[in-house]
């Protein structure tokens, strides 16, 4: 299995970025397919983005494209989420994942292994 760990939340003004990061130990890094989640009070948790195993095939909610970037660094077992022009609509508690699904999905239930996420509160 592998093991997550999240950083780079906080408490930052609408327009404002962040980037969020993933560090991973355990099995093979590469051999996931990594996703960003992000739940917000009251809210199912709610697919944010995720990456193919070699970091050629992002993919994102509507509502973030454009403004978030999800890239990955196989050498150093990094996913990262830049986030930029932050909304207050943002604000959830940020979770990475990881599957060993042969293709990226975008349901929660499809990713083995999670963080124990981190809060990005974005106020207006």
């Known amino acids: 299995q592998v093991q997550l760990v999240e950083s780079g939340g906080g408490l930052v003004q609408a327009g404002d970025s962040l980037r969020l990061s993933c560090a991973a130990s355990?099995?093979?890094?590469?051999?996931?397919?990594m996703g960003w989640f992000r739940q917000a009070p009251g809210k199912e948790r709610e697919f944010v983005a995720s990456i193919s195993r070699s970091g050629d095939s992002p993919y994102y909610v509507d509502s973030v494209k454009g403004r978030f970037t999800i890239s990955r660094d196989n050498a150093k077992n990094t996913v990262y989420l830049q986030m930029n022009s932050l909304k207050p609509e943002d604000t959830a508690v940020y979770s990475c994942?990881?599957?060993?699904?042969?293709?990226?999905?975008?349901?929660?239930?499809?990713?083995?292994?999670w963080g124990q996420g981190t809060q990005v509160t974005v106020s207006a």
């Open positions: 355990g099995r093979s890094f590469s051999g996931y397919v």
């Open positions: 994942a990881a599957s060993q699904a042969v293709a990226a999905f975008t349901t929660p239930r499809l990713y083995q292994y």
